[in-house]
Structure formats: structure tokens, C-alpha cells
């Protein structure tokens, strides 16, 4: 894949943080993320683990991210993040194999390898 120069991603630390990173970045771009931040309440969620990965099984969802991948360049997701550090904010293996499987297909309709996290290889 090339087609466009990776960004590198860190470890937020929380769910939460990686929630309000995602709608700061996107918001950056241009990219509204209204469902996102009303889905999360902006990532203060009482129940943010579960509704996350409710969007992350949501075909709509992964739908509508797709058309955002390809229109805003360095759109970031919450499966970026739940794909690398979801394992420790407890979210199951299936949410993190579904994440990062739409990580995978985001990449693809970009034409590049979006986002690296450090010690990652950028080649894919």
C-alpha cells in the first residue's frame, strides 16, 4: 500500500482519552463526529466500554467511517486505538479482532497504512 505517509498514534492511556482524541482529531479535519460524541456523551459515558463496542459491531457505523476514511485524510478511529490497547480497557478479543479488521479495511480504501503506533512496522 502506499499512496500517503503514516501518522504516528500513542497510547492514550484510557478509553476516554482515546474517545476525546478521536473527536479532537477529527474535528480538526473538518469531520463533525456528532453521532460519535453523542453515542459517547463526548467520552464521560457511564457506560463507555459498552457502547463503544457497540459501535464497533455496528455495520452503519463501519459504513459511515469508511466514506470519512476516504473523504478526510488522517481520520482517526476509536478502532486505532481499541485495535492496539482495547485489551486493556477491557474489551474482549472479539471487539479487538473486529477492530482491527475495519482497521485493515479503512487502510485499504485510503491506500496506505493510515496509523502507527511507535515500534510498529510502517510497511504494514
Known amino acids: ?17 482515546a474517545v476525546r482524541i478521536v473527536i479532537e482529531n477529527n474535528t480538526g479535519l473538518g ?4 453521532g460519535f460524541r453523542r453515542a459517547t456523551l ?26 470519512s476514511v476516504k473523504a478526510y485524510r488522517g481520520f482517526l478511529t476509536l478502532e486505532d486505538y481499541v485495535m492496539r ?5 477491557g474489551f474482549s478479543p472479539e471487539t479487538v479482532e ?10 485499504r480504501q485510503s ?5 502507527v503506533a511507535e515500534g510498529e512496522a510502517r510497511d504494514g
Open 42 to 67: 463526548d467520552g464521560s459515558h457511564s457506560e463507555l466500554l459498552t457502547v463503544c463496542q457497540e459501535l464497533i459491531a455496528s455495520h452503519r457505523a463501519v459504513s459511515a467511517m469508511e466514506d
Open 98 to 107: 473486529t477492530a482491527g479488521a475495519s482497521v485493515e479495511a479503512f487502510d
Open 31 to 34: 469531520y463533525p463526529s456528532v
Open 85 to 89: 490497547w482495547g485489551h486493556t480497557w
Open 1 to 17: 500500500m502506499n499512496g500517503g505517509a503514516s501518522k504516528t498514534i500513542a497510547n492514550p492511556g484510557s478509553l476516554e482519552n
Open 111 to 115: 491506500g496506505f497504512r493510515r496509523w
